[in-house]
Structures are given as structure tokens and as C-alpha cells.
């Protein structure tokens, strides 16, 4: 087995483009997405018509649901894209079958995907769309973090909160800590939580789209560079999306 693992695109072109190009070099069989191919970026048709056409699964993220449901619970600038993509991508009576097509296939993602030992969400397992499991759970919210654990068997792997690296059975957190790639091993018989990173907002410091690839007993993520200025530029030019939304692609925030 070895899938690339792409999360939360969050409509970004430039790095979804650099990701996919960086992925082909690695002969890899397939590709799932984890969620969130839509909000805070200028580009939600792009990035969802790729995804349509290249991943081999792709699961519904918190974003992608809040366009069929409320987002009051989002913070403004995320709320704002909401309103952005949805004014976009939402169909009429008249649309394009494209556009319809589109809507569709976000609608009709699913929550979960399980694959031997491997468990994919976009959250948790508890909440497979929107629970948070932090990077900091395990020494700030431990009781919350063996809950999860205690929630799922084998391995599980999800995104939403753009920080890459590994939870172990005794709550440590593995990061990567700047480095350009990392190879962790996956034990058979382990029990592991793993968050792939962010190819279109990470928020690790690191303004570098990521990614992982999955095989049977290890797993490998990858910073790749692209062109965040010009992502930044585009959401400038919608005169809708929030600026802190263009500043925070050079900050890894």
C-alpha cells in the first residue's frame, strides 16, 4: 500500500498544483483527500474539480459541510468565505451542469473511510468532521486525548487542525519541526493518531504546503514550497475574502 494524503486544500491552487506535482515524482498508487477542499482560498471550482478527477476517496471536512449547513460557529473570516463559496458554487435552476455536478459531489462526501487498520477522517474519530485533536491535547487535555484513543483500534488519520505529525499510545506528539520531510514507523500492532498537515493553510510556521504518504508500516510527510504570494494576491482580488486570510499564507499561520 501507498497513498498520498492531501487535507484541507481550502481552495488554494498554488499548493494544491505544487502538492500534486510534488506527489507524482514518488510513484504513488492513490490519493485521498481528508476533507476541507473549500473555504478561506479564492479558488473552490479549481481545487474541487481536481479532487473530483485525481483523489481516489475524498471525505466531507467541516468547510465543506458548512456550505449545506450553519457556520455561525466559524470565526468571521471563515464565516466570510463561507459566504464567498457559497455565493460561487451554490446552482440555480439554470447552472452549468459543471456547477451542479460540483455541488453535488460535496454534498455526498462521506464521513469515514476504512481501510485494514487505517481509519480516515477530516476531525476524529469521536466527531468525524469537526472534533479538534491538538497537537497540545496531550499534555494540556489528556483525559480528552485517551478518550479519542480509546474511541478507535489500529491507526487513525485525520487533518483540521493543519498541524502534521503523530500522537503515540503514551500522548506524545511527533511534529516536524521544520524539517523538510519525516518518516515515522507504524508498528504492527500499534495504536497511533495521525494529523497529515495542511496542503493549502498550514499553521505550523511553516508557510510550506504538506502532505503525507501512507504504507503499511510507516508513514512520510513532505513540505513542499509554492507561490503563497500570488494565492495571497488572488484573495485580495475577490474584494470579499478577508486580508488576514492573504497575510496569514506567509506566516504558516
Not at 479564492?42 to 473530483?52: A, H, K, S, T
Not at 524539517?179 to 510550506?208: C, H, M, W, Y
Amino acid at each position: 500500500m501507498k497513498i498520498a494524503l492531501i487535507s484541507d486544500l481550502h481552495a488554494n491552487r498554488e499548493a494544491l498544483d505544487a502538492v500534486l506535482a510534488d506527489i507524482a515524482k514518488r510513484s504513488v498508487e492513490r490519493i485521498f483527500c481528508l476533507g476541507d477542499v473549500v473555504g478561506y482560498g479564492p479558488e473552490p471550482e479549481y481545487c474541487v474539480d481536481v479532487v473530483r478527477e485525481r483523489c481516489a476517496l475524498c471525505l466531507m471536512g467541516n468547510h465543506d459541510e458548512a456550505l449545506f449547513r450553519d457556520a455561525s460557529d466559524f470565526n468571521p473570516h471563515a464565516r466570510g468565505a463561507i459566504d464567498f463559496t457559497r455565493a460561487r458554487m451554490e446552482p440555480r435552476w439554470h447552472s452549468s451542469g459543471d456547477k451542479k455536478l460540483r455541488w453535488r459531489f460535496l454534498k455526498g462526501l462521506p464521513l469515514t473511510h476504512v481501510e485494514g487498520r487505517f481509519l480516515f477522517v477530516h476531525g476524529s474519530p469521536r466527531d468525524p468532521v469537526r472534533e479538534y485533536v491538538l497537537s497540545t491535547d496531550g499534555f494540556l487535555n489528556p483525559d480528552k486525548l485517551r478518550a479519542v484513543f480509546d474511541s478507535f483500534e489500529g491507526i487513525a488519520l485525520a487533518g483540521h487542525t493543519h498541524h502534521p505529525g503523530l500522537h503515540d499510545e503514551e500522548l506524545r506528539f511527533h511534529g516536524l519541526g521544520g524539517a523538510d520531510e519525516l518518516t515515522l514507523e507504524l508498528p504492527q500492532g500499534a495504536k497511533r493518531f495521525i494529523n497529515v498537515g495542511s496542503v493549502g493553510q498550514p499553521r505550523d510556521s511553516d508557510n510550506r504546503a504538506c502532505y503525507a504518504v501512507l504504507e503499511d508500516t510507516r508513514i512520510t510527510w513532505y513540505r513542499v514550497p509554492y507561490d503563497f504570494q500570488l494565492t495571497a494576491e488572488k484573495i485580495l482580488r475577490t474584494g470579499a475574502l478577508s486580508e488576514v486570510l492573504a497575510r496569514r499564507r506567509s506566516m504558516g499561520k
